[in-house]
């Protein structure tokens, strides 16, 4: 049966792409095909910007409290729409029915946070800075963003800056991942039900020509990117060179330092999950276990002891515990690092490889993997693997963790396990990453916070979620009065 | 069945919840305990499935070992129905298992605020029960 070609969300109208390119979605259960995305044209994209252009006066005079209602009427359809949205997640994705619903929260807390604009939008004054003369600022909207945004969060990822452009009065546009786009697709679904109106919110497929001819318009105010580091760099660079604001929350490789004082039967889930959710696809996963003296040889069993029991499967089967990688391709490019690691002589311990899965043969699986004995300066300990791949270290102490952190380009995230608040406060005092955690195996920020990076896993200022993305999708106006 | 997350413990809770109902329907009259135990079972599953939407953030999505679903099984035993009374004796039993599910899931749960919500509702399978054991008296 030849497979559906996903349409364009333009002017509040789903309209098929007049492209004849198009790249195929996959089952991550079978690896076969599932849909066509089209590699919309830059006229596509042209039609995408001016929509959005359009719309944007009417929207900006729309009053904020009236901005904010249409967030919580999306909450609403959101709520609604729980289950629908979790499951069409981890069908595309492959990453568990749980995993989905924890994203599905945190994209409806971020619609949350975001109907909060009449409070944050508020400006401040002084009277009197001189004789009879009177000082404000006013925050006001700035005009047409977009975002380009990754598979591994096909829902929360477009949700950290959508729903705050838009209560702040801009319009936006969305460019999802070629790979899962169908959780990204049902969220203008849902959008559309909760009755935004026409080029509020636009949804424009492709790659890179598209995601370029974005980045180049003259009436694209700016752009938030999540993904690799190569494609942040450039979207970046291209944004800044075209006058546009940018944010780009790019690659990772967290590190998870265990302090000898820290009890192993608590911390071990903490880690497993950090490392092996999500089927370590996830910007904050840790990939590096730093085990810091005589913890390392206790750790390291229960680790590969609790992680030979997690069970793998289909994510939308209640009882896994992890699901597929989201492909064939990067099950190949997770089975390439894992050889690596044996050839630059790291010791595979717990070897995810030829995991079976009876009733997927065909799904781009990979078992927890484990590595002993990695050497700072080895490929699998410095590159972003963005799979299932553990890599243990033993370090003589805490000094020795923390500069091989600081010898690591990613700076995304850090966890410290530790019952010694002195270490607590030295490793978030020191450690260069946007997100630190203490006892927490995935520090990932609520959406009242922003998601930060350091080093190569940010470029830019102000980060998605939080104040940061209120004050990225305004512009801030001084305003000196005299009237006397 | 390997209740090893979240949402295997919540599913197999409404599963509890909505076998239970149905097994009190048959016996459920106007104003009788089933009735009752039905309208409160309604909103039992409600908590539960808003808990499952509410309660599952990423950070806390920890594996969760030791918990299978086969020690709490509610399937009634052939000829247990038969009469009212029968039932009432077979609810009673019932109760006690829910009891014992919702205090062990409570345990097992790593999200604090949805082991709070199993624990309550443990406290309540526990007054439903010595209601159910005040008819089986009378």
């Known amino acids: ?484 | 069945m390997d209740l090893g997350s979240f949402g295997a413990i919540l599913r197999f809770a409404i599963e509890l919840e909505e076998q239970v109902i149905a097994l009190y329907e048959t016996s459920a009259r106007e104003d009788n305990i089933f009735s009752r135990l039905i309208q409160d079972g309604k909103k039992r599953t409600q908590r539960l499935e808003r808990a499952r939407r509410e309660g599952v953030v990423e950070m806390v999505l920890e594996p969760i070992t030791g918990f299978d679903s086969d020690a709490y099984s509610v399937k009634p035993v052939a000829g247990s129905n038969e009469n009212e009374l029968d039932l009432l004796r077979m609810a009673v039993m019932i109760e006690d298992t829910m009891i014992r599910f919702y205090r062990d899931a409570a345990d097992k749960m790593p999200v604090l605020g949805v082991a709070r919500l199993l624990q309550r509702l443990a406290d309540e399978n526990k007054r439903r029960k010595a209601q159910l054991a005040d008819e089986v008296g009378n």
């Open chain 1, 1 to 484: 049966m030849e497979s559906a070609t996903l349409r364009n969300y333009i002017d509040g109208q789903w309209v098929a792409s007049s492209s004849g390119e198009t790249l195929d979605t996959h089952d991550p259960l079978t690896g076969k095909p599932v849909a066509k995305v089209p590699l919309s044209t830059p006229n596509e994209v042209h039609a995408a910007v001016a929509a959005a252009k359009a719309a944007f006066q009417e929207w900006r005079e729309t009053p904020v409290l009236t901005r904010a209602q249409h967030m919580f009427r999306l909450k609403e359809v959101m709520e609604t729409r729980f289950e629908e949205l979790a499951g069409t997640i981890s069908k595309e994705h492959g990453k568990t029915i749980d995993e989905a619903r924890g994203e599905v929260r945190r994209t409806i807390e971020n619609v949350e946070v975001a109907a909060g604009a009449p409070r944050m939008m508020m400006g401040y004054n002084t009277e009197d800075v001189a004789a009879g003369i009177d000082e404000e600022v006013v925050l006001q909207p700035v005009g047409v963003f977009c975002a380009v945004t990754p598979f591994n969060f096909p829902a929360m990822v477009p949700f950290m800056f959508l729903p705050y452009a838009v209560a702040c009065g801009n319009t936006y546009i969305v460019k999802p991942s070629e790979i899962c786009p169908a959780g990204t697709a049902m969220l203008f679904d849902i959008m559309e039900e909760a009755d935004f109106p026409p080029g509020v919110v636009n949804m424009i497929h492709g790659a890179g020509e598209t995601v370029d001819a974005l980045l180049t318009h003259p009436d694209v105010a700016g752009v938030s990117f999540v993904g690799s580091t190569p494609v942040g760099k450039h979207i970046y660079s291209t944004a800044a060179a075209h006058g546009k604001r940018a944010q780009s929350q790019m690659g990772a490789k967290n590190c998870l330092v265990m302090m000898p004082d820290a009890p192993v039967d608590r911390t071990v889930p903490a880690i497993l999950s950090s490392v092996f959710g999500n089927a370590g696809q996830r910007c904050l996963a840790g990939s590096l276990v730093l085990a810091v003296g005589d913890v390392y040889e206790p750790l390291k069993a229960r680790l590969v002891e609790a992680a030979a029991r997690i069970k793998v499967g289909g994510g939308l089967d209640e009882a896994v515990q992890m699901g597929p990688v989201v492909t064939h391709r990067a099950q190949e490019r997770i089975l390439g690092y894992i050889e690596k690691g044996i050839e630059e002589g790291a010791e595979l311990i717990l070897d995810g490889r030829q995991v079976a899965v009876e009733e997927h043969p065909d799904g781009c699986f990979i078992g927890p993997t484990i590595f002993d004995k990695v050497r700072p300066e080895m490929v699998i300990a410095r590159e972003e693997i963005f799979g299932p791949v553990m890599g243990i270290l033993h370090v003589a102490d805490f000094e020795e963790a923390l500069a091989i952190i600081e010898s690591i380009p990613y700076g995304n995230a850090a966890s410290l396990f530790t019952s010694n608040g002195k270490w607590a406060r030295e490793f978030k005092y020191r450690v260069r990453a946007g997100n630190i955690g203490v006892n927490i195996g995935v520090p990932a920020p609520l959406s009242t916070y922003p998601l930060c990076g350091l080093k190569e896993s940010f470029h830019g200022d102000l980060h998605g979620q939080g104040l940061d993305a209120f004050q990225f999708f305004t512009d801030r106006k001084v305003v000196i009065t005299r009237w006397s």
